[in-house]
Each structure stands twice: as structure tokens, then as C-alpha cells.
T-cell receptor
Framework: QKEVEQNSGPLSVPEGAIASLNCTYS??????FFWYRQYSGKSPELIMS????GDKEDGRFTAQLNKASQYVSLLIRDSQPSDSATYLCASLNTGGFKTIFGAGTRLFVKA | DAEITQSPRHKITETGRQVTLACHQTWNHNNMFWYRQDLGHGLRLIHYSYGVQDTNKGEVSDGYSVSRSNTEDLPLTLESAASSQTSVYFC????????????FGQGTRLTVV
């Protein structure tokens, strides 16, 4: 069983809509969580990090963490065609400095 | 501006050959990492280093080796290339030991035929 699970997609949303990307993790000792954006043929780019339960907002992006449910999500408000990319979720086990990446969800924002 | 660069960007090699992928960073980071990315698997850690002369195995280290003789470079060597090592390889460096917040290089697409 993969330790970080994501729906591979593609997730298709119209321009201006809210895109919701989800991630579950199996390691209960995971402390920190990260979202990376990866455009086709490019390297991953860190866009959000979250360490405690609740919501964290940064511009059009909101990361949500629920440790009891072992669930992390990324909301993208007012989605733009430039948001079309693969989004990678990652968890960090602080004790072992072990970072696990999910396989990613492809997002397509239709103009 | 500080950066991290990989070379070559693309390489085709034959089964059994030794291949070395270069990674050079000017961030002066002690922590450097090598990942491979395959469809359906996300990023998987191959090797990592926390400083000069320090190297550690990641989750998919078989068939790969690294050496760290200076802060800036962490070359990845495939001892005897296999078709299963066809992949996209990313090098990353980080100010902290946790690779989650690392900066990634542009990637090297390696094809083993």
C-alpha cells in the first residue's frame, strides 16, 4: 500500500472554478505536509506547506489538514488555465527525515 | 542568482554501460538529494547527502551510487545501466535535512536501450 495516495486524475475544472485536490497518508507519525506543482516536462516547485490541523491560505491556494482522518487537501480558487499542471502531495516523518511523495494529480483548467 | 543545474538534460545509453549524471548547486546547501520519477510512482529517493563525504541510501538505491567530494556537486552513477532505470532523474538541494522543501534541478531524462 502506498504511503501517500492521490487520485491520478485528470481533474478537469472550468476557468474561475474551485479546484479541489485530495491526498491521504498512512503514516500516523507524519508531521508536515507539502504540495508541489509540476508543469509538464518541468521540475516540481513547492507551493504550500502545512504543519497543523486546519486551513492555511496563501493567495488563491488553501491547504487543509486533518490529522485524525489522515487527509490533506489543496484548494485552488479562481482556477486559471496556467494552473494546469500535476500537483504532488508529500508527507514528512520528522523523526526519520523521511519524505514520501504521492504520484500526483493532473489538473486541467478549461478556458 | 543561486541555482541548481543538471547535465545532461537528455541521454540515451545502452544496457550495461556506466552512466554518470551531474548535479551542481550554487546555493551552498549541505543537503542534496537524487530522485527518480516514473509514471504512477511519484518521486522516489535514490541517494542523499548531508555534507561533504557523507552519502546515504534512499528507498531505490540498488544499481546507483553517489559521491560527495565538495559542497556543490553530487554526481549520480549508474554502475551498469538497465532498462528498468529508464526514468526522469531529479537532483535537489535543501537548506535543511528534510528534502520536502528542496529546490529541484531541471531533470535528466535517461533512456536505456
Amino acid at each position: 500500500q502506498k504511503e501517500v495516495e492521490q487520485n491520478s486524475g485528470p481533474l478537469s475544472v472550468p476557468e474561475g472554478a474551485i479546484a479541489s485536490l485530495n491526498c491521504t497518508y498512512s503514516d500516523r507519525v507524519s508531521q508536515s505536509f507539502f504540495w508541489y506543482r509540476q508543469y509538464s516536462g518541468k521540475s516540481p516547485e513547492l507551493i504550500m506547506s502545512i504543519y497543523s490541523n486546519g486551513d492555511k491560505e496563501d493567495g488563491r491556494f488553501t491547504a487543509q489538514l486533518n490529522k485524525a482522518s489522515q487527509y490533506v487537501s489543496l484548494l485552488i480558487r479562481d482556477s486559471q488555465p496556467s494552473d494546469s499542471a500535476t500537483y504532488l502531495c508529500a508527507s514528512l516523518n520528522t523523526g526519520g527525515f523521511k519524505t514520501i511523495f504521492g504520484a500526483g494529480t493532473r489538473l486541467f483548467v478549461k478556458a | 542568482d543561486a541555482e541548481i543545474t543538471q547535465s545532461p538534460r537528455h541521454k540515451i545509453t545502452e544496457t550495461g554501460r556506466q552512466v554518470t549524471l551531474a548535479c551542481h548547486q550554487t546555493w551552498n546547501h549541505n543537503n542534496m538529494f537524487w530522485y527518480r520519477q516514473d509514471l504512477g510512482h511519484g518521486l522516489r529517493l535514490i541517494h542523499y547527502s548531508y555534507g561533504v563525504q557523507d552519502t546515504n541510501k534512499g528507498e531505490v538505491s540498488d544499481g546507483y551510487s553517489v559521491s560527495r567530494s565538495n559542497t556543490e556537486d553530487l554526481p549520480l552513477t549508474l554502475e551498469s545501466a538497465a532498462s528498468s532505470q529508464t526514468s526522469v532523474y531529479f537532483c535537489a538541494s535543501s537548506e535543511v535535512q528534510a528534502p520536502s522543501t528542496a529546490f529541484f534541478g531541471q531533470g535528466t531524462r535517461l533512456t536505456v536501450v
